[in-house]
């Protein structure tokens, strides 16, 4: 007797272990693959423009020569806004001790290149040219985009040259300062303007030395300013307007550590304004960063406090009945900089008080900020406030009506405050690369 099985389904031909081993094994590869599946599917598309550019977004505040940029670097494509971009190039600069300026670039990938950063920095002398300065920017500029260039369709057309260098074999030895580090500026200038029933002339003075280590830094400057205006009421009645002032400061500052520094400030005054024909102060102060020293740049949350002594010769009979006076002081400031890819935060807090009074005071406030609220918009405001408690200087003699107007003597307030704001939107094409000169003073 023959025995013939009907099979249902090619599967039922499978034992009933294999299918269980087939089972767990399909599954275990459904797991593995999942997390992959969904991270592909909620990444961000890496879109590309028709041309297959990088797309760059330049935050530069200060320095660059963004036309000349456009004209030199043609192989990206120049965004304005941060979120339209593949990659944001934060460019901040600092003043160096020898007078020149220390630049860092922070390449920020986004999009397709997430995650991908690196830091470039350089200086420039003091000498530098605007030439010299965007020539160099332009160079460093190319350097950090070609990580990210090779990456697109333009990588193709990329190539790499090399200046001609001298060989291992030739020895670097560090030049020598015969000015130890020190950098002298000198300046003058004026201006003159006039009709017929009025005119004015200023004239001023600058003089500063500086000298700038990792371990100390000292600073000596000088400046005057005179101005003197003349107004023609009548043929009869003419009024002159004569101001002056001088000043003559220094700052010497020694390193404590990344975030340690302390220091002495010392300062000679004259100003017809303010009533004192002399003031002279000292002051020794002590400051801590939260942050290091080092990055600066990007970020720096300070805390000052000094004390100081500063003698008046004052021009005129004050308030208090004073001609001379020497007053103790001391103050308490807080100053926050912050520069990230969302904008810009700055502020300062200072509280200064008299010792012998402790009831004369000054309270000052400021802050600044430029926000991108979002794609095409951002916000940038400025304020200032000053709480007044102190103006011991004040001439004790009434203020006639033509000093009033124009501005000739420092008057009794208790306050002052500034305030300026904006808002900007933009919207449209994305791309700026293109550069058009003329009617350029249009």
Not at 365 to 376: E, H, P, S, V
Not at 382 to 390: H, N, R, S, T, V
């Amino acid at each position: 007797m023959s025995r013939q099985y009907h099979a249902k389904n090619p599967g039922d031909r499978v034992p009933k272990r294999m299918r269980a081993y087939r089972s767990s094994f399909l599954l275990l590869v459904c797991l593995t693959l999942l997390p992959r599946a969904l991270a592909l599917a909620q990444a961000p598309p890496s879109v590309r423009t028709p041309s297959g550019k990088l797309r760059v977004y330049l935050d530069c505040m200060y320095e660059c020569d963004t036309e000349y940029l456009k004209q030199n670097i043609d192989f990206i494509d120049y965004v304005r806004d941060r979120q339209s971009s593949e990659l944001h190039v934060l460019v901040t600069t600092e003043n160096t001790g020898g007078g020149g300026t220390s630049w860092t670039l922070k390449f920020i990938g986004l999009e397709f290149f997430k995650d991908e950063e690196h830091t470039l920095t350089f200086a420039t002398p003091q000498t530098a040219t605007s030439d010299d300065k965007r020539k160099e920017f332009a160079r460093v500029f190319k350097l950090g985009l070609v990580s990210y260039a090779v990456a697109t369709d333009i990588a193709p057309n990329l190539d790499v040259s090399v200046k001609a260098y001298e060989g291992k074999g030739a020895e670097v030895k560090p030049a020598k300062d015969r000015w130890n580090y020190w950098v002298f500026r000198f300046g003058a200038g004026g201006n003159m303007n006039g009709e017929r029933s009025s005119n004015n002339r200023n004239y001023r003075v600058n003089f500063s030395a500086s000298r700038v280590t990792d371990e100390w830094k000292i600073n000596i400057s000088l400046f005057s300013n005179t101005n003197r205006s003349s107004f023609k009421v009548t043929d009869d009645f003419v009024v002159d307007s004569n101001t002056n002032s001088w000043n003559l400061s220094s700052l010497v500052v020694k390193s404590w550590g990344p975030q340690w520094s302390y220091g002495v400030r010392s300062s000679v005054n004259h100003s017809s304004f303010s009533n004192i024909n002399r003031s002279m102060s000292g002051a020794p102060a002590i400051e801590y960063d939260f942050f290091p020293y080092s990055e600066s740049s990007r970020r720096s949350l300070t805390v000052q406090y000094s004390m100081s002594l500063t003698t008046y010769d004052y021009r005129e009979l004050t308030i208090f009945d004073k001609m001379q006076e020497t007053v103790p002081n001391h103050s308490v400031q807080t100053s926050l900089g912050i520069r990230a890819p969302w904008g810009s935060l700055g502020g300062s807090a200072n509280i200064s008080q008299h010792l012998n009074h402790m009831d004369r005071y000054r309270i000052s406030l400021n802050g600044n900020t430029d926000i991108r609220l979002f794609k095409g918009l951002s916000f940038d405001i400025f304020a200032q406030y000053d709480k007044i408690g102190d103006q011991i200087a004040l001439r004790k003699a009434d203020v006639t009506t033509e000093e009033v107007l124009l501005h000739l003597q420092q008057r009794a307030t208790g306050y002052s405050y500034f305030l300026n704001f904006g808002i900007n939107y933009s919207f449209g094409s994305i791309f700026n690369s293109t550069v058009n000169p003329r009617f350029g003073g249009f």
